[in-house]
């Protein structure tokens, strides 16, 4: 008896050649009409000539299509992983120079939009996720998955002795607060720097958290998302798309 075929694997959505270049923010589908009209849109070294075909959103389309000579920007959905540098935000809204302004320009145009997972603080720097994969986001936000975050901090005084016993408890109130912090893993580093490790993500956990036990935050640096570490090469203000095995090491 024949052993049945393997499982075929799944085909390349396909998507409309100009409904794809305005999601990832070339401009509008006139715009994009008018980039193929003036033979700026290449795929496997041809030049397109209908702005209305449909391409096939295959891993390797950004090898294999070009716009204004340029490798095509990946298409959704898309996670990065970058080095927070100081006085950024990560909110779209907020005043100030924003972590999306460290990317490509057009990138503030894409359908869907990119968005950061859980925010830095503006004084904050360390290890940042922004994403337009909203299944991801959520499942790296959620109480759930358990996925621990780990700062070091460098504080105003040094250590008193008690507070990783504090913070391990699972009792420790914040002002104006009425639920308990969850426990959390607090390593000495020096006399007055702690890496602290937490799973929730509440306004300012970290600040407020050495603010109850008598000290003050001087400096806070992100080291740690789950299993995934900011890498020693990337440079404050960095960014690279994350590999899908160091998206899994997230949940490790």
């Given at each position: 008896m024949s052993k049945p075929d393997a499982k075929a694997p799944p085909k390349a959505p396909m998507a409309r050649l100009d409904r794809l270049l305005a999601n990832l923010g070339y401009g509008s589908r006139r715009e994009v009409?008018?980039?193929?009209?003036?033979?700026?849109?290449?795929?496997?070294?041809?030049?397109?000539?209908?702005?209305?075909?449909?391409?096939?959103?295959?891993?390797?389309?950004?090898?294999?299509?070009?716009v204004s000579g340029q490798p095509l920007d990946p298409p959704a959905p898309l996670t990065l992983l970058m080095h927070k540098p100081m006085d950024?935000?990560?909110?779209?809204?907020?005043?100030?120079?924003?972590?999306?302004?460290?990317?490509?320009?057009?990138?503030?145009?894409r359908i869907p939009a990119l968005s950061s997972i859980g925010r830095l603080d503006k004084d904050t720097t360390g290890l940042l996720l922004i994403t337009d994969d909203g299944p991801f986001l959520h499942?790296?936000?959620?109480?759930?998955?358990?996925?621990?975050?780990r700062y070091v901090a460098t504080l105003d005084r040094p250590l008193r002795g008690d507070e990783a016993e504090v913070f391990g408890a699972g009792t420790l109130m914040l002002d104006g607060e009425t639920d308990p912090l969850a426990s959390a893993?607090?390593?000495?580093?020096?006399?007055?720097?702690?890496?602290?490790?937490?799973?929730?993500?509440?306004?300012?956990?970290?600040r407020r958290m050495f603010a109850a036990v008598g000290n003050h935050v001087v400096s806070l640096?992100?080291?740690?998302?789950?299993?995934?570490?900011?890498?020693?090469?990337?440079?404050?203000?960095?960014?690279r798309i994350l590999t899908p095995q160091e998206q899994a090491a997230i949940f490790a």
């Open positions: 009409t008018d980039l193929v009209a003036r033979k700026q849109v290449m795929l496997d070294g041809v030049v397109v000539k209908d702005s209305g075909a449909k391409v096939a959103i295959a891993a390797d389309l950004p090898t294999r299509l070009t950024v935000v990560c909110s779209h809204r907020e005043p100030g120079r924003s972590v999306y302004e460290l990317l490509p320009h057009r990138w503030r145009a499942r790296v936000i959620s109480p759930k998955s358990h996925v621990a975050k893993l607090l390593e000495p580093c020096g006399p007055a720097e702690a890496a602290l490790t937490i799973t929730e993500g509440r306004y300012h956990q970290v640096h992100r080291d740690r998302i789950g299993g995934l570490a900011l890498p020693a090469d990337l440079e404050p203000g960095a960014w």
